[in-house]
């Protein structure tokens, strides 16, 4: 098992920057890959961005290219998400989630993954 909570969401203006924070217990967390989903009210949730459990392999949605950046801290137990010019459309709860995985590999979709965290406010106002 592996229980995750996410911190660091808020209410910013268009163009700040806010640091997600998704802190792991359990297991060993450099055992599972990462990711970051994100779900605005009334549409599903969608894929944000992941890391391998070692962190040598990272993949964006088109729409956060150059503006996030995904990492980990596997000796913190942490993984982050690194939000800068957000956007009013990036409004959403923005949830960790972590998958068990014996290589460099990095999981873009929601059934990939085996735990969740309860998730995190962003909200951009413009």
């Known amino acids: 098992q592996v229980q995750l909570v996410e911190s660091g969401g808020g209410l910013v203006q268009a163009g700040a920057s806010l640091r997600l924070s998704c802190a792991a217990s359990?297991?060993?967390?450099?055992?599972?890959?990462m990711g970051w989903f994100r779900q605005a009210p009334g549409k599903e949730r969608e894929f944000v961005a992941a890391i391998s459990r070692g962190g040598s392999s990272t993949v964006y949605a088109d729409f956060v290219k150059g503006r996030f950046t995904i990492s980990r801290d596997s000796a913190k137990n942490t993984g982050f998400l690194q939000m800068n010019s957000l956007k009013p459309e990036d409004t959403a709860v923005y949830s960790c989630?972590?998958?068990?995985?014996?290589?460099?590999?990095?999981?873009?979709?929601?059934?990939?993954?085996?735990?969740w965290g309860q998730g995190t406010q962003v909200t951009v106002s413009s």
């Open positions: 989630a972590a998958k068990f995985s014996s290589g460099a590999y990095s999981y873009t979709q929601r059934g990939d993954y085996d735990y």
């Open positions: 359990g297991r060993t967390f450099s055992s599972f890959a």
